[in-house]
């Protein structure tokens, strides 16, 4: 038997022990499509319950948006349910170049390459386009998949200080004998939702002569005054060499990724990148879904406009009740509490008030900051809101939390 009783104790044991340290990760099944108001069997076997999602990426409620569902089903019928093959076999199809050219034309770049996902994007890019005798300098708090990237990479990392410019000047003049140099951040960061300080990094990139690389993962669709992600926001469109998104967030929410830049990168990732060459291509209902998208959305931003409001209104009603945020103007809008225990606590009586929104604790965030992450939606309407709004403040007069400082949170609960 290769599966013996001692391995099974010992994998029994580990799992044991995460449930120990109370950091078990339980899944809720939903049994409605994604939206603002879903319907939920949590715990296994227990009746539904309807809830209001305060926490999915579906930034611009475009996941089960009637256009998208349509245009989803017409490359259906038109160009199947799967490739049953890579890009460079026989994986192809036009509306595959169509969407490149989409995307290249939507983010203000020179080339486009799909990926099956972001994460796929992420640890083929690096590899692809860098030696041994290159440097890749990363902000300290990158994306997991960044991380990943970065491992199979031949060049050198090196990181600096969470946005910190002083930090990254001092890295760059540290790496000036390096062949290239790889400036590497996200475009808002997805725990804290606060955003890169792009503009600046664009200028010591060119003072240093160094290449610029943006996941705008959790911008692309709604960051900037149309939408186009942070580099529009910052006002660096054109400047970023190198930007990886998601199709599976704002854009739609199914799955699917890119790498968008300049052309030789691009070009050097269709010959090269390993998750390109030997993963499967993007399913046509996927794409044919992506494309009608990007047309709703290059057509009028009141998607993202609304979703800005929302957010306003949300951001401003948590604060009026004294919650302890983390500060910003993304629909990321992380409300503290420090303790582990009191975000499962809080999350738990917010989905008996039916609001479902999860709370984040160690090592998703770090140590002794705990939280509960919200994040808005242009599917949410104000009635939506109100209730959330509603059942936070109950929730959190229940905990004595509103109106007090982070010390006094940590003083009552511990970290
Ligand atoms: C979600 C996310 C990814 C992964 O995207 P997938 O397409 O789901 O693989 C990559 N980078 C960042 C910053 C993300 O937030």
């Not at 993304?330 to 929104?357: C, H, W």
């Amino acid at each position: 038997m290769s599966f013996s009783d001692k391995i099974r104790e010992q994998y029994q044991d580990q799992l044991r022990q995460i449930q120990d340290a109370g950091i078990f990760k339980q899944e809720r099944f939903i049994h409605s499509s994604q939206a603002a108001d879903i319907e939920v069997e949590f715990p296994e076997g227990s009746s539904l319950q309807r809830v209001i999602n305060m926490c999915s990426n579906n930034y611009l409620g475009l996941s089960s948006h009637p256009d998208v569902l349509k245009a989803a089903h017409e490359g259906l019928d038109h160009r199947g349910y799967g490739m049953s093959s890579v890009r460079f076999i026989c994986g192809t199809q036009d509306i595959h170049h169509e969407l490149e050219r989409k995307v290249t034309e939507f983010l203000g770049t020179e080339a486009t390459i799909l990926f099956p996902s972001c994460m796929d994007a992420n640890t083929g890019v690096f590899e692809a386009v860098l030696t041994d005798q290159d440097v890749m300098i990363s902000d300290r708090l990158v994306h997991a998949s960044i991380i990943d990237g970065i491992r199979l990479a031949p060049a050198q990392h090196d990181t600096f200080k969470h946005s910190n410019m002083d930090h990254l000047e001092k890295k760059l003049q540290l790496h000036v004998d390096k062949r290239f140099k790889l400036v590497i951040t996200d475009g808002v960061f997805s725990m804290d939702g606060d955003t890169a300080k792009l503009a600046e990094m664009a200028d010591l990139c060119e003072k240093y002569d160094a290449m610029l690389f943006l996941d705008d993962s959790h911008s692309s669709g709604f960051i900037g005054k149309t939408g186009r992600g942070t580099h529009e926001r910052c006002g660096v469109m054109g400047r970023v060499d190198i930007i990886t998104t998601t199709f599976g967030k704002a854009l739609g929410g199914a799955s699917g990724g890119c790498v968008s830049g300049r052309k030789e990168i691009v070009e050097l990732c269709r010959q090269k990148a390993r998750p390109y060459l030997f993963s499967n291509t993007i399913a046509p209902v996927v794409v044919s879904g992506v494309l009608k998208v990007l047309e709703i959305l290059s057509q009028s931003t009141e998607r993202r406009d609304k979703l800005e409001k929302n957010a306003e209104f949300w951001r401003r009603g948590l604060t009026e009740a004294g919650f302890v945020l983390k500060e910003g103007d993304t629909p990321i809008v992380p409300v503290m509490l420090f303790n582990a225990k009191l975000s499962q606590d809080i999350s738990r009586d917010l989905y008996t008030e039916g609001i479902y929104a999860i709370g984040f604790f160690f090592p998703v965030v770090p140590q002794g900051q705990a939280r509960i992450r919200t994040q808005i939606s242009a599917g949410h309407e104000q009635h939506h809101l109100e209730k959330a709004l509603e059942a936070f403040i109950k929730v959190g007069k229940k905990y004595d939390i509103l109106g007090k400082t982070k010390q006094e949170i940590i003083a009552q609960y511990g970290m």
